[in-house]
């Protein structure tokens, strides 16, 4: 005697678990009850045998699907629904049916378990893309060898390939996925073989978008609020004419926006149609309906017991009178758009009333004038409980939760968890992408909430590979950055993963070279020194020489040479006013410059030596946000001030007077006399030098930032009779590489001409330089970071300010691509075309290309 356990007819196969509960509804209702024989008799399982085409091991199955020997079973009861769902459950298998046979008289029976494996994937052939897409498919859908192909997998892969294409565009997309079996294969698994057929057809463009029932807004103010559908426009660029239906609806939302913005808030679409044209081509016909138009009456606060109405007035800035806009209305009380901006939820959010609520109320609509009260339910303030982190595999607990601005105890706010999440992405530890604050436990009764964020680890530290050309040859940089370094762990032989991680701290390491010049630096910063406040303690230590060019060769001459060394010791410290964005920084460094027969235009002093020690004080503020990788918004400025001892003042050199025989020397027959008396002046270097630099960041649209900046230097004397040092000065230029402190210069980078060559020979000592650029992303994802990039500006360098104009500019632009990757930094491809001729020349260069490595500007 043999029964079917889990279904009552042979002939029905499962093709899913929902199929199972269907079919057996059905048939308990349909079929009488006396057709079920002994139904619902408990019977003890004597044996368990697996029958059917799978080549997996009985005993395993078996185990699977928890049956045992001596278990008390009935027919449709528990265990057999149970043991279908944990096979099925596993997605190996196509067909499952469990049987009961020979019964015998004493209620025992064999357990008979049939079924049938799901064929795994052998290949995947793709028709109707190009091959250089086909392993973008494969991989986007899982397509890979010995993958278990289900009606599932077939469906999702149908569906997203259609999907796919019709957002780019192919609106007509037919995707077609069949599978046939592998014949004559030696392998006993069941396999199949997977053809996809793309049938994209045609792009298909949007020919013209036509309204009806439009008569307070023009056709052109409605397809202008249309942001992502768009008709033919052969000057349009940046938004092409395809359609594609999600961003349409969400059009269709827009379009009713631009009304409720313009006082129409009953306004709404009629029916919206897509017509097929001959050329292949659509058009949208959208009909809309108006209303009447509204403005605002009375506006009447009701429950706020914690700001003024005058003051909440203030916040919602409506007048009496003004046009309905509903838009506004939305954001002045809650904008989702800037979770930090100005509006009465956050006034709210911000003071630790995390359980108030704000909705406008329409009270009257009578003469179309809107009479609105904006309930306020305050509730308790709220205070944090439990403040925890997960996701720090790497970096410290202790690293993290100085930076987190809701402590345990402290009132509620959402600034500070905003401003936790941009800090946190700032340090560089962390995938600023992926940084959610996640709040638990919040309970309104007691005023309480818990919170906790989660992290995602990336690579902090870096290999610096730079290269690129300037002053006359190839600068090569190597490099070891160490970003989240752990000094405390520098002899524990177990933390070293490559190296001691987790404590936040810098180490680099850095080798700079050209065939006229080597450098070698060492560094390190703590930024929180003693771990209770951030103050930043810095050191670093390096060695350079510099040979001199060689016209005859065109090569260095190592016989002329100059060596420095340097050392320089800073603390930075966050202030409080009048924002704690601010960071006040001061440093103290000295340089030895030594010379070997490296005579010049300003070292006449071949062989000779100066002292330059100096102190720099500095004010930045940064509140740029969330990824320092691809600010989105926010600013960044840097002003600083570095001068030395006015030796003059006291030294008792007449330096007047050693101008003054300077000047009337022959640069040729007194060249010993002029380089005595140039070391006398430069003996101890007597200088000042201010520096200004500011970035802003806009999102313009969704994710394309606007990155203007502004820059300027200036290098001075006290003393006209000492004159301006030949170290320190300004190199305007290229691509920026370079960037050597050999005598303290600074190369800055502008682009679109060669390497310092907006400068004179020996460097400017003013500069000014402005920028302008266009930033889109193609990916944030954790692995690689990728955007594009178009750029104008314009800067100029001098000697003096009688030929200083800041409107006298070199000006160029051009476009250019950024990759981060965080074991290497950043890497980059600029082309620059410059607008002027270079200095004393007439013609203007042509395009130039700059090559960026482990560098970031």
């Not at 954001?331 to 009333?353: S, W």
């Not at 691509?817 to 890497?827: D, E, N, S, T």
């Not at 042509?846 to 970031?856: D, L, V």
Request: proline share 3%; glycine share 10%; net charge neutral.
């Amino acid at each position: 005697m043999e029964r079917q356990a889990n279904n009552l007819y042979k002939s029905i196969t499962i093709k899913a678990l929902k199929k199972l509960y269907v079919f057996t509804l059905l048939f308990l209702l349909l079929i009488p009850q006396s057709s079920f024989g002994q139904d619902g008799k408990k019977y003890i399982i004597n044996n368990i045998i697996v029958t059917g085409n799978t080549a997996f091991n009985a005993s395993t199955i078996i185990t699977y699907s928890r049956l045992k020997k001596g278990q008390e079973v009935s027919f449709g009861g528990d265990k057999i629904g149970e043991a279908v769902k944990k096979l099925w459950g596993s997605n190996l298998f196509g067909t499952i049916d469990i049987y009961f046979i020979n019964i015998t008289e004493d209620n025992k029976v064999d357990i008979e378990i049939n079924l049938s494996d799901l064929p795994e994937l052998n290949e995947t052939k793709v028709q109707g893309v190009k091959k250089g897409k086909v392993d973008e498919i494969l991989e986007e859908n899982n397509l890979k060898q010995r993958v278990k192909v289900t009606e599932n997998l077939i469906t999702t892969t149908k569906n997203y390939l259609t999907n796919k294409y019709k957002k780019k565009g192919f609106l007509n997309t037919k995707v077609n996925v069949v599978t046939s079996d592998v014949k004559n294969d030696s392998i006993e698994k069941k396999r199949v073989n997977m053809f996809i057929n793309i049938d994209k057809g045609n792009k298909v463009k949007i020919k013209s978008i036509k309204f009806n029932g439009n008569d307070k807004l023009s056709d052109k103010k409605l397809r202008k609020a249309m942001k992502n559908t768009k008709q033919k426009n052969p000057i349009r660029i940046l938004k092409r004419s395809k359609y594609v239906e999600e961003d349409y609806k969400e059009d269709l939302v827009s379009l009713i926006d631009k009304y409720k913005e313009n006082g129409y808030r009953d306004a709404r679409v009629i029916k919206d149609s897509i017509i097929y044209n001959d050329d292949k081509s659509i058009s949208l016909l959208i009909d809309v309906e108006e209303g009447e138009k509204y403005t605002f009456g009375k506006i009447d606060f009701v429950g706020n017991t914690v700001y003024t109405d005058e003051f909440l007035s203030q916040i919602l800035r409506i007048e009496e009178g003004d046009t309905y806009n509903g838009v506004e209305l939305k954001k002045r009380i809650a904008n989702d758009e800037k979770p930090d901006g100005i509006d009465i939820t956050n006034i709210y959010q911000n003071t630790g009333y995390m359980f108030s609520t704000i909705n406008p109320v329409e009270v009257s609509a009578d003469g179309n004038v809107i009479d609105l009260e904006i309930r306020i339910t305050e509730g308790k303030p709220a205070y944090f409980n439990s403040v925890t982190v997960k996701g720090n595999d790497i970096t410290n607990d202790h690293v993290i939760y100085r930076e987190i601005r809701t402590r345990p105890g402290e009132l509620y706010s959402r600034a500070n968890i905003i401003r936790t999440i941009r800090e946190l992405g700032q340090l560089g530890f962390f995938n600023a992408q992926a940084i959610v604050p996640d709040i638990k436990n919040p309970n309104p009764v007691d005023g309480t909430l818990d919170i906790e964020y989660t992290v995602e680890e990336q690579g902090s530290s870096q290999i610096e590979l730079q290269g690129g050309y300037g002053g006359g040859g190839f600068i090569g940089t190597l490099g070891l950055s160490f970003n989240n370094f752990s000094l405390r762990n520098i002899l524990n032989g177990e933390a070293y993963k490559p190296v001691p991680r987790g404590d936040g701290q810098s180490l680099a390491l850095r080798l700079q070279a050209s065939q006229f010049f080597q450098t070698y630096s060492f560094s390190f910063s703590e930024p929180w020194l003693g771990g209770k406040k951030p103050f930043q303690l810095s050191t670093s230590i390096s060695h350079s020489r510099q040979f001199l060019f060689d016209p005859q060769t065109r090569r260095a001459d190592r016989s002329r040479r100059f060596n420095i060394t340097g050392i320089t010791f800073g603390i930075s410290t966050r202030l409080k006013e009048p924002d704690d964005y601010f960071l006040f920084s001061q440093a103290l460094s000295f340089q030895h410059y030594d010379l070997q027969n490296y005579n010049t235009g300003l070292f006449t002093f071949g062989d000779g030596s100066s002292n330059n020690l100096s102190y720099t004080i500095g004010l930045t503020r940064n509140n740029t946000y969330n990824d320092p990788i691809y600010p989105t918004g926010g600013s960044n400025f840097s002003a600083s001030a570095k001068f030395s001892i006015p030796y003059s003042l006291f030294n008792g050199v007449d330096y007047k007077a050693l101008r003054e025989e300077r000047d009337g020397l022959d640069p040729v027959a007194d060249i010993d006399r002029i380089g005595e008396i140039d070391q006398e002046r430069f003996k101890w270097l007597e200088f000042y030098k201010v520096k200004f630099k500011a970035d802003w960041y806009a999102e313009v649209a969704k994710k394309l930032v606007l990155r203007p900046s502004v820059e300027f230097g200036f290098l001075g004397a006290y003393n006209n009779d000492r004159g301006v040092i030949p170290f320190e000065r300004f190199f305007l230029g290229g691509d920026g590489l370079g960037n050597f402190a050999l005598d303290g210069r600074e190369v800055v980078q502008l682009r679109g001409y060669p390497n310092q060559s907006l400068s004179s020979q020996d460097g400017g000592s003013i500069y000014n330089k402005f920028s302008l650029e266009l930033r889109y992303p193609i990916t944030l994802g954790q692995g690689a970071k990728i955007y594009a990039l178009s750029f104008v500006e314009g800067g100029a360098s001098v000697n003096s300010f009688r030929d200083f104009n800041p409107f006298n500019l070199q000006r160029s632009a051009g476009l250019g691509v950024r990759i981060f990757m965080p074991a290497f930094g950043l890497l980059g491809i600029d082309f620059g075309k410059p607008f002027d001729p270079l200095p004393g020349q007439t013609q203007v260069g042509g395009w130039e290309t700059h090559f960026i490595i482990g560098q970031q500007f």
